[in-house]
T-cell receptor, first 111, second 119 residues
Framework: QKEVEQNSGPLSVPEGAIASLNCTYS??????FFWYRQYSGKSPELIMS????GDKEDGRFTAQLNKASQYVSLLIRDSQPSDSATYLC???????????FGRGTSLIVHP | GAVVSQHPSRVICKSGTSVKIECRSL??????MFWYRQFPKKSLMLMAT?????????EQGVEKDKFLINHASLTLSTLTVTSAHPEDSSFYIC???????????????FGAGSRLTVL
């Protein structure tokens, strides 16, 4: 069974700090990796996608992918209270268009 | 960008009744849509994959006779919860795949979700 693992948290960081969210996956053939943000009572929204090893930056967000270690992370710089949400890691296995979601990590940014 | 419209956003019904949830792709055609269920503080659980013009593919443990899925057009998929019971109360979310192929990079766009409460 293809699995995506995330620490459920909560991860608590002070405003202005860097929040680091981690995700590991079991299917070595996975091709596409996504981070979604979900506010309480709302549906997920896409933050970042990453497809090749290395870093991808978009504003305050940086996604990091290491396929050899089967590990993907999301860094949020200058964290704001509005970043407080659950962050879902999603991995699309090779040969499938259906991503597998992790259980999500709850992030709390306190003033 | 791609928008998926889902309604109703909230519905309260009596036990034993049926509830229909609609999911529409507004500015693109979605041959495939996905229906998820999410309990409080839990992750998304894929219920079924809805394919335009054919039968839905249900995940293991999901009752296809209870959760009826119809994908009659390239822009509309519906989920009907039949004979709803309190344990069916949950947050139901649809999504559509935008762009790409099986081997390509495709992204899921989610509807706003429908919170079902069965009394």
């Amino acid at each position: 069974q293809k699995e995506v693992e995330q620490n459920s948290g909560p991860l608590s960081v002070p405003e202005g700090a860097i929040a680091s969210l981690n995700c590991t996956y079991s299917d070595r053939g996975s091709q596409s990796f996504f981070w979604y943000r979900q506010y309480s009572g709302k549906s997920p929204e896409l933050i970042m996608s990453i497809y090749s090893n290395g870093d991808k930056e978009d504003g305050r967000f940086t996604a990091q992918l290491n396929k050899a270690s089967q590990y993907v992370s999301l860094l949020i710089r200058d964290s704001q209270p509005s970043d407080s949400a659950t962050y879902l890691c999603a991995v699309k296995p090779g040969g499938s268009y259906i991503p597998t979601f992790g259980r999500g990590t709850s992030l709390i940014v306190h003033p | 960008g791609a928008v998926v419209s889902q309604h109703p956003s909230r519905v309260i019904c009596k036990s034993g009744t049926s509830v229909k949830i609609e999911c529409r792709s507004l500015d693109f055609q979605a041959t495939t849509m996905f229906w998820y269920r999410q309990f409080p503080k839990k992750s998304l659980m894929l219920m079924a994959t809805s394919n335009e013009g054919s039968k839905a593919t249900y995940e293991q443990g999901v009752e296809k006779d209870k959760f009826l899925i119809n994908h009659a057009s390239l822009t509309l998929s519906t989920l009907t919860v039949t004979s709803a019971h309190p344990e069916d109360s949950s947050f139901y979310i649809c999504s559509a795949r935008v762009g790409g192929t099986v081997s390509g990079a495709n992204v899921l766009t989610f509807g706003a979700g429908s919170r079902l409460t069965v009394l």
